[in-house]
C-alpha cells in the first residue's frame, strides 16, 4: 500500500537554526505533493505544494521544499527558524487520479527563543 | 464568512452512545472529506464523499456513517461510540474543478472524547 513517510517525529531548533524536514512516499506513479502546518490550538493550513514543473517550490512564511523524483522525497526547508513557526508539520500526498491525500505522521517543531 | 465549519468543537460522550460531528462549507465544493487525527498516525482518512449522495470509504471507516443529502453537509456519525474513537476530527473539502494540484481547506477540528 502506498504511504508517506515522515522520520522526524519532533525537532527542537533555537531561533535563526536552520530547518530541514524529511519526507519520502512509497508510489511510483504521478504525484502531487503538500506540506501542510498546524499551529497550535488551529486547523490545518497549506504551506506549498508541488504538481509539475519547478521541483523547488517555494511557500508562505519563508519556506520552501524540493522535489527529488528519483528520491521519492519532498523535503521542506527553511534557513532561519523563528519562534512562531512552533507548530506541527504534516507532508500529504496525491496520487495519480485521486482526489484523496496521504499524510504523514507528522513533525511537532518547537523553537526555542 | 465563507467558510467550513465544524460543530460542535468539543464533546464528550460516553461508551455506546451515538455522536454525530457536524460538517457545513459554504464554496459548494464538491469533494469534501472525514479525517482522525490521533498521535503518531497524523490524519488518517475516515470517508469522502465526491458529490452530494455520494460517499466512499477511506483508510478507517469502521464504526463510521456519513451522509451527504446536501453539497454543503457532510456529517459524521458514531454509530456506538467507543474509547478508541477518541480523537480530533477534522474536516475537509476541494473543489475538484480546479485540477488534482488544489489543496484540501481543513475546518477547525471536533476534539471528541470517549469515555
Known amino acids: 500500500a502506498q504511504s ?52 523547488l517550490v517555494k511557500g508562505i512564511k519563508g519556506f520552501e521544499a524540493e522535489f527529488i523524483k528519483s528520491k521519492f ?30 499524510f504523514g505522521s507528522g513533525t511537532r517543531l518547537l523553537v526555542r527563543p | 464568512d465563507a467558510g467550513i465549519t465544524q460543530s460542535p468543537r468539543y464533546k464528550i460522550t460516553e461508551t455506546g452512545r451515538q455522536v454525530t460531528l457536524m460538517c457545513h462549507q459554504t464554496w459548494s465544493h464538491s469533494y469534501m472529506f472525514w479525517y482522525r487525527q490521533d498521535l503518531g498516525h497524523g490524519l488518517r482518512l475516515i470517508y469522502y464523499s465526491a458529490a452530494a449522495d455520494i460517499t466512499d470509504k477511506g483508510e478507517v471507516p469502521d464504526g ?6 446536501k453539497t454543503e453537509n457532510f456529517p459524521l456519525t458514531l454509530e456506538s461510540a467507543t474509547r478508541s474513537q477518541t480523537s480530533v476530527y477534522f474536516c475537509a473539502s476541494r473543489d475538484p474543478g480546479q485540477g488534482l494540484s488544489y489543496e484540501q481547506y481543513f475546518g477547525p477540528g471536533t476534539r471528541l472524547t470517549v469515555t
Open chain 2, 64 to 69: 463510521y456513517v456519513v451522509s451527504r443529502s
Open chain 1, 73 to 102: 522525497s519532498f523535503n521542506l526547508r527553511k534557513p532561519s527558524v523563528q519562534w512562531s513557526d512552533t507548530a506541527e508539520y504534516f507532508c500529504a500526498v496525491g496520487m495519480d487520479s485521486s482526489y484523496k491525500l496521504i
Open chain 1, 4 to 55: 508517506v513517510s515522515q522520520h522526524n517525529h519532533h525537532v527542537i531548533l533555537s531561533e535563526a537554526a536552520s530547518l530541514e524536514l524529511g519526507c519520502n512516499y512509497s508510489y511510483g506513479g504521478t504525484v502531487n505533493l503538500f506540506w501542510y502546518v498546524q499551529y497550535p490550538g488551529q486547523h490545518l493550513q497549506l504551506l506549498l505544494k508541488y504538481f509539475s514543473g519547478d521541483p
